[in-house]
Structure formats: C-alpha cells, structure tokens
C-alpha cells in the first residue's frame, strides 16, 4: 500500500533544488572566473596571503598538461598522507576505541577510495577506525577530493572561453573552492545538523547502562561535521559503518530531507556554473533536462518497487500487511518517497552513503541504482559528473552532426579528432574498469562467501558487480558484504586500481578536451551550427547517453541483477 | 578577451589602484617549475589538514556545544542519575514490562557496525522472520492471534533503530499490562501521548521512541 500524498514532500524538495540551482550555479560561475563575489573584502586578502605562501599566483595559467600534473601531485599527497596514517593509526593520537593498524592493503584500498571520491569501505568504522583516522585523515581527503573535482569542472568549462591554451590555475581553483564554497557551507550545514540532533564532541566512548542491565558502548564523535562535508562533497563515507541510516547520523525525517538537500546542492547547480562560465545562460537547461529525465524515472521505478510486496515473503505466517513500502533494512522513522529520494539522490549523484540497506533491496530497485553508476552523469559527483555529461555531449553533438551533415562544434569551438579520441577514452574506459576485473574475479576464484553468506550464483554476481561499478564511478556505496567478502588482499588490491583508473583517466581526459577547445578560435555560428539550448537536444542527449550506457552494460546486467529479476531468485 | 598587441617593447603601466583582477591571464607569468609545484603542494597540503583535520571539527564542535549541548553529547538519557543509553541508539529491552525495540541483528552493539542484510530473495530473510515471529510470540505474551507489523519484525539498515510503528507498540500493551499493575486503557493513552507524529503531514512517519517511552513508564511502575 502506498500514499500518493505522501509524495509531496519530496516533489518539494526537489522543485526547491531546481529553483535554487540557478542562483548557486550562477555563483560558482562567479568564483570560477574570479569575478566580484560575496565575502571578498575578508577573502580576497585571505587568498592573497595563501597565494604567497603557496608561490603561485592567479595570473599563472596553465595548460592542460600543467594542471594535470599539478592535480596529480596534490592527490598523491593526499593519498600518501592517509596511507601512513591508516597504517600507523594505533600510534597516532585519538585512538580510543583500539583501532588496529590497518593491513598495507586495506591501508591502500582506504587511501585510495578515500582520495578518488569514492569513500568506499572494506572495514568497520567502529572497530577499525580511530578518532584520528575519521577526524584528521579522512576529512582531508574530502575536501581536497570534492575541491579536485569542481576544480577540473571548472578548468573544461574555461576551455571554451579562451584562446591561449590555458585552462587558469589549480591550486588558485582548490583554495577558491575551499574558501568560497566547501568550508562556509559545511561549517554552516554541520550547525544544521547538530540543531537536527546530530552529535559533535570529542568525547569518543560513551559506556552506558541500559534497562535490562549490561552495558552498551556508545560511540560518538564530530559526526555533524563528517557528515556535512562528506555528503555536500559528494563523498558519501560515513562517520558510522551504517552511515546516513545510523540515526546518530540520520537523526528524523527533517534531517533525512535536509541532507538531500545537501547532497543535491552543488552537482544540480554545476550545469549552471557551466552556463555561467561560457556566458551562455540558455546553455544550462537542455542537461538539467537530460539529468532531471533520467533521475525522476529512476526514482519512479526505485519507488514503485520497493512499495511492491516481496513475493518471496507471501509463505510467512503471521506478518502483518506491508504499508509505507518493504521494511527489510529500513529505518522506522523515513517515509517511503523520503528514503528512496535519499538512496537514489545518493547514488545518482555518486555521493554513494546509504540511509537502506542496498543489500535488502528488490533486484529492479537495485538495477536502478547501478544505472545511475552506469552513466554516472545524471548528475554524477562533484564537478566530474557534469563534465562526464559534457564529454557525452562532445560525442553526441559529432555523431550527430555526421549524421545530418553538420559542422561538429559546440559553443563556437570545432569538435575535432582530438577530443572526440579523449571522450571516447573516459567513457570507455568505465566499462573496462568494471568488467575486466569482475572477470578476473569471478573467474580466478577470487569470490570468497563469509561464513553464514549466501553464495547463490546471481546474488553473488551482483554483488561483485556492484563492488566494481561502485569502484569505477568513485560512487562508494556498497551492496553487502553478504555474498562476497571483499576484505581481501585481492578486492583491495584490484578495488583500489578500478578507482584510481576510474578517478584520474576520465580527469585526464576532461582536462585535455578542455586544452584543445582552449587552443581554438571561436567561430561564429553559421547556417550549419547546431543549436544545443533546445529541447531537441536533450531529447538527443538523453537518448544517446541510455542507449550507450544500455548497450555497454547489457551483457553483464543480464548476468547478474536482469537474472534475478526474470528469475524471482 | 582579446590579446594585447606588443608595439612597444616597454608597456606603459598605468597606476591601477584596488583589488586585482586576475580575469585576463597575463600571457608573461611564467609557469611553474617542478620545484615551484611540488612547494605548492606541500604548502597547500599542511594548510588544509590544519583546516580540515583540527580548524573545521573543532570550530563547528565549539558552535555545537555553545548552542544545543544535549545533541551535540549524544542526546544522553539518564535514570536515577546514571547513563542508560542515547535517545538515538536502540537497546535490548525484552524484559515483560518494557516495550520493546525492533530486533538487532547485532545484539544493538554499536562497535559491530553495520549489518549484513538479507536479500529480497533468499530463503535465509524467510527464516529470520519466522524465527523472529515465534520468538515474539513464545516471550512476548501476545493475547492477539492475529499478524505482527511488519516494520516491527523486519530487520532495521542501522541494527539500532531506536523508533518501532505505533501498531508494534499497542499490541504489547496486554503484557505489559499483566507485568505491572498498569491497567490497559492507561497504557494506551500514555502510548498514544508518546507517539511521535508529523509536525508536517506525510513528512516522516508516526513513530514511538521505545527506550524514551520505557523511561517513561518506569517511575509509574516503581521502578
């Protein structure tokens, strides 16, 4: 039994995004090309002083090689700094709890997931995770990895503006997306958090005593502000193991609503910076066109089957009807609507936190969420799910401008071999990333069921898919660890390859498209132009991006999730 | 942005006073040595772990602590004076005059983490529940013959979801009516008053906190 009204809350939520998107989107812009913005007076002279110590300066732009390489060094940084202090965690201070050491694996598939957005886990935060590790270390990576992220956004985007070939400066775009937007806007949405109920102290262990005696241990921690940065960076790790569905994380309906709101903020607006930065304002709603089509039909269906009766349960005797959807590794206090709206904003916007079980859901609900992996630009995480969304759009736009003898180009930039070579690349290299080492797992006999698992062939197929899918899209939200455990020297190993491939390949290529269009004239657009602020064309990109994302994934969907659909198991 | 034309070796420069405005990259700023980048990065990498790691948690916990002490610490509950659990976390409260929580599949302990879930499917989540059913009705003295909410039996994501459905709640009034000397109309207006509704329609769900309503009811028991 489902309440339509029950809807209305979400349809809300959702519509007050849309119309906030425009004004932020239109203020990234402006952080983006350094044009007047609210806080300057303190933050300008802020920077400048940042900028000396750093040595660089705004007016050194780079070329696309340039930026790359400055990205690369700042991440590996970042990695290095986790990796030593996951591997010496129980010598580093904040370590309460009697967090072990992590494994050099474990430490590098950490490291790793951590600095690539992707906040993936093969631990338990509560056991495995010192203080230190969740408030030092990892925080690290979640701001850097979020600000990496806008910042390439933002470097493609200038591309399209310029003519000297440089895509402006990293580590100018870094301190700016920290400043301007990260740390004002976590700081201010972990007070929102902490008034939603939401711990934040220092005080690690709590031992109390509960009714029936014994004794319970209470973990507590700066959870607002872990969960604040974590979801508006699209990372999606949890301070808790159970992440967004711990009500120590998740604390009521409101908060449920408010950290939607806070996970969809910046990639919704994204496609409005872009407007903003190509000075093109029509240019945004075609792709919120193409987002808000796939996201509000992945929704339906998530929805529609997850309030659908679990066919399997009918021979149960003595279990009341199902109301307010299927209860199985759910939370009491959501409504239906409220918690797929958050598992699917979550996972289309590859924050990848969970507030449900995945593990427990319908095999179609959980087909919806590997599509969005799949395309991973619908609107996909911080920065790179927009700018995977254009490099679909620089495929597309040249497919179909062969096809109707057009001039390849966009924006007044030609489309020419070299960046159609890129785009091709990043998109394909997606799927190679999940089914080359799925193969190998499967086939190499690296799938190991935990004791009391479930090594049923499909379920099981699913589960290492979804493993890699996750990995691929930096997404980090994960099935179980039910029907595979991935807590091995091989699922580290070859998890942490899929997602640094999967993070840097794609920014790559994003960065190097960007160079190309930096280094051509504009030319002004002629009889043969396509126009791209039309609804045409997001009928067109919509199309191509399902029929490509179908058509890659087809055979090993039909493996694994398609398997137990047909097949009720 | 056009680029400038060079006609004279030495431009004039014009006192510009104000803020600078970096919009148009000068084409003379050099690019960065490997020794410049990797200084930047350094520098850059201490700035925000200084930021991240200690600024940024330890300014929003001061915030916290000024503004909403009790949320910021847990949201503590206590009984006679001493720790008995957070308003948030789920505990074991099988005893026959308590109401009880959703079953954990981790005993309701916090270190544990998350659970691992039972598959749409699997024959496993049908036995669950049908153990977990007889259990409530073997020690849960239900006078009901009927069905037992779902929501109530089911699994919860977290293993300490601390609310149930308010049907879960209602049909264990009969015993904990006969544990106490409670009688049963009063249970159900003291449930009814403990049950959490929307403050808004249809958002969220109607819920009663068990371990709240428990505290609750021991002082009325003389406990």
């Excluded at chain 1, 939607?260 to 709603?285: G, Q």
Aim: aromatic share 10%.
């Amino acid at each position: 039994m489902f309440e339509l009204q029950s809807l209305w809350d979400v349809i809300v939520l959702i519509a007050l995004v849309i119309a906030v998107a425009p004004f932020f989107g239109a203020y990234l812009g402006r952080v983006y090309m350094d044009r007047p913005a609210f806080g300057d007076v303190i933050l300008l002279r802020i920077e400048t002083v940042i900028y000396r110590l750093l040595g660089t300066s705004p007016r050194r732009s780079m070329r696309a090689k340039e930026y790359l390489f400055a990205l690369l060094i700042v991440n590996l940084g970042v990695f290095a700094f986790l990796y030593v202090f996951f591997v010496f965690q129980s010598v580093l201070p904040l370590d309460a709890t009697g967090a072990p050491n992590m494994s050099w694996t474990l430490a590098f598939h950490s490291a790793a997931s951590f600095t690539t957005n992707t906040d993936f886990t093969h631990f338990t935060n509560e056991s495995q995770m010192s203080l230190g590790s969740l408030m030092i270390a990892w925080p690290l990576a979640l701001f850097c990895s979020a600000a990496t992220g806008l910042s390439v956004a933002a470097a493609m985007f200038r591309g399209f503006t310029r003519k000297d070939g440089t895509l402006g400066n990293f580590y100018v775009d870094m301190v700016r997306t920290t400043t301007r937007i990260l740390l004002p806007l976590s700081v201010l949405f972990a007070v929102v958090l902490v008034l939603m109920g939401v711990p934040e102290t220092l005080t690690n262990v709590v031992v109390a005593h509960p009714l029936t005696g014994g004794t319970q241990e209470l973990i507590f921690g700066p959870v607002a502000s872990y969960t604040s940065m974590s979801l508006l960076g699209t990372n999606g790790g949890g301070f808790y193991s159970a992440n967004a569905a711990s009500p120590l994380a998740n604390p009521s309906a409101v908060s449920n609503l408010f950290e939607v709101f806070v996970m969809m903020l910046i990639p919704f607006s994204t496609p409005f910076a872009f407007a903003a930065v190509v000075r093109k304002r029509n240019e945004a709603w075609p792709y919120m066109g193409t987002i808000l089509i796939v996201f509000a039909v992945a929704l339906g269906l998530f929805i529609a089957y997850q309030a659908a009766t679990n066919p399997s349960l009918i021979d149960v005797s003595s279990l009341g009807a199902q109301t307010n959807g299927y209860p199985v590794g759910q939370e009491t206090r959501f409504s239906l609507p409220e918690a797929s709206l958050f598992q699917v904003v979550s996972v289309y916007s590859n924050v990848g936190a969970n507030n449900m079980m995945i593990g427990a859901l319908s095999p179609v609900a959980q087909l919806v969420l590997l599509f969005g992996m799949f395309t991973q630009s619908t609107p996909g995480g911080e920065g790179t799910g927009f700018a995977t969304l254009l490099l679909f759009a620089v495929l597309g736009i040249f497919v179909g401008g062969l096809m109707v003898g057009r001039t390849p180009e966009y924006l007044g930039k030609k489309i020419s071999t070299g960046q159609v070579r890129w785009s091709a690349l990043a998109l394909l290299i997606h799927p190679a990333s999940i089914l080359i080492p799925f193969v190998i797992a499967v086939t190499g006999g690296f799938v190991t069921v935990d004791s009391g698992g479930i090594a049923s062939s499909a379920h099981t197929f699913t589960a290492v898919l979804y493993e890699f899918t996750s990995e691929s899209a930096n997404n980090g939200s994960a099935l179980s660890s039910n029907y595979i455990n991935d807590a091995t020297p091989f699922f580290n190993l070859a998890g942490a390859a899929v997602m640094l491939v999967g993070r840097f390949v794609p920014i790559a290529a994003m960065l190097m498209v960007g160079g190309k269009f930096a280094e051509q004239d504009v030319l002004p657009p002629g009889p043969g132009t396509l126009r791209t602020a039309s609804a045409t064309f997001t009928i067109y990109i919509t199309l191509f991006l399902v029929i490509v994302s179908v058509l890659l994934f087809l055979p090993v969907i039909a493996l694994g999730p398609l398997a137990q659909i047909v097949g009720g198991g | 942005m056009s680029a400038p034309v060079p006609t004279s070796p030495t431009p004039v420069r014009t006192a510009t006073a104000g803020p600078p405005t970096p919009a148009a990259p000068s084409p003379s700023a050099p690019s960065h040595s490997t020794a410049g980048h990797v200084r930047a990065t350094v520098v850059f990498l201490v700035l925000m772990i200084v930021v991240a790691g200690f600024v940024y948690p330890l300014v929003v916990t001061e915030i916290a602590e000024a503004i909403d002490p009790g949320a910021a610490n847990g949201s503590l509950l206590y009984h006679n004076g001493t720790v008995v659990g957070s308003e948030l976390v789920a505990q074991n409260l099988s005893a026959p005059w308590l109401f009880w929580e959703r079953p954990s599949l981790t005993d309701y302990n916090l270190t544990l983490g998350a659970p691992t879930p039972y598959g749409y499917s699997e024959p496993a989540l049908q036995s669950l529940l049908n153990e977990t059913i007889a259990y409530m009705k073997e020690y849960g003295n239900f006078t009901v013959n009927g069905t037992l909410p779902f929501w109530w039996v089911a699994p919860s994501a977290s293993s300490i979801d601390p609310d149930v459905v308010p049907d879960a709640v209602l049909i264990q009034i009969p015993r904990v009516a006969n544990a106490t000397n409670l009688s049963i109309p009063f249970l159900q207006s003291f449930v009814n008053a403990h049950t959490v509704n929307p403050v808004v329609p249809y958002v969220g769900v109607p819920y009663v906190n068990v371990l709240e309503l428990d505290l609750a009811l021991l002082p009325l028991e003389g406990r």
